[in-house]
């Protein structure tokens, strides 16, 4: 079995459509990738990493009264990096109801970090191995 690593993002977004937007690539970005101004998307860009591999990003925006467990059981391996998830948001404490998640390939972002804004906010967990 080869280990690997997954770098975590939660985040609570005021709606569906804001997620989405934050997360998505930019359909542009191809047309202009010659510039260092142009980003692949607004998480690529809020994490200053011009362009990253969307086919090895996972995301979900999950609204509802419903345990972290729920939202996010259905996603690839969480049934390895989700026990370790939880326990890190427990020793957070975060303030805000967890929406949202984003998580990639290590080395992907170099400098992974939170971000908050009007509109969401998103908190770096952290890098979470597993085994494929």
Not at 21 to 50: G, H, P
Not at 60 to 85: C, H, M, V
Not at 86 to 102: A, G, H
Not at 107 to 122: A, H, N, R, Y
């Amino acid at each position: 079995m080869n280990i690997e690593t997954l770098d975590f993002w939660v985040g609570n977004f005021k709606t569906e459509e804001d997620f989405y937007e934050f997360v998505e690539e930019d359909e542009n970005f191809y047309m202009e990738e010659e510039s260092d101004e142009k980003y692949i998307s607004k998480f690529a860009e809020s994490q200053d990493t011009i362009w990253l591999d969307h086919d090895f990003v996972e995301y979900g925006f999950e609204d509802g009264n419903r345990t972290i467990y729920e939202k996010f059981a259905e996603y690839s391996f969480a049934e390895q990096w989700l026990p370790i998830l939880i326990n890190r948001l427990n020793e957070l404490n975060l303030d805000f109801d967890i929406n949202s998640i984003i998580f990639l390939n290590r080395g992907q972002i170099p400098k992974p970090t939170s971000v908050e804004s009007d509109w969401f906010s998103l908190v770096y967990i952290g890098g979470i191995e597993f085994g494929v």
